[in-house]
């Protein structure tokens, strides 16, 4: 009788520390913090209308306003024009003003704020997407492999 209670403690002791865990998880789940909401005027495109503009990529630019890092990290789009969402003001001389523009950012929100500032200044853009978005969606990225550093030559 006596292995039986301490099999019972035990059962209950391993048990215990289970189903406080699980709630515990629960409860930060509960508590994580939402996704940002997306507040801009610029219109936050779904996968279905941005591969609908990447089917005439003559009519359309991709700017892409995330950090170099965030692009060889998560992949992006085969052709865009990288200019990080700090730099786009100073970068308006080289953005083209005859193309629907796309903003790209990771859940759209910096493609938004991008997407607003490029409007204002008279630029024809027609939405923001965000990468990881667009693959949650079904898309594909283009994954970027940032080659290998090379040796330092030798010194003689």
């Given at each position: ?31 994580a ?17 941005l591969?609908?503009l ?51 950012s990771?859940?759209a ?31 594909k ?16």
């Amino acid at each position: 009788m006596k292995k039986l209670t301490n099999l019972m403690l035990l059962m209950t002791a391993l048990a215990t520390p289970v189903a406080f865990g699980a709630a515990h998880d629960h409860d930060k789940k509960a508590d994580a913090p939402a996704a940002k909401e997306y507040k801009y005027k610029t219109p936050k495109l779904n996968r279905a209308q941005l591969d609908a503009l990447l089917a005439k990529p003559e009519q359309l630019l991709i700017i892409d306003v995330r950090r170099p890092d965030e692009l060889t990290k998560i992949g992006g789009f085969p052709v865009y024009l990288s200019v990080q969402s700090k730099e786009i003001e100073s970068g308006l001389a080289f953005i083209p003003k005859d193309r629907d523009i796309v903003t790209v950012s990771n859940h759209a929100n910096r493609a938004g704020a991008a997407g607003d500032l490029l409007t204002a200044k008279g630029f024809k853009v027609v939405g923001a997407v965000g990468a990881q978005n667009y693959e949650e969606e079904g898309g594909k990225l283009a994954k970027i492999a940032v080659p290998a550093p090379k040796p330092a030559p030798e010194q003689k």
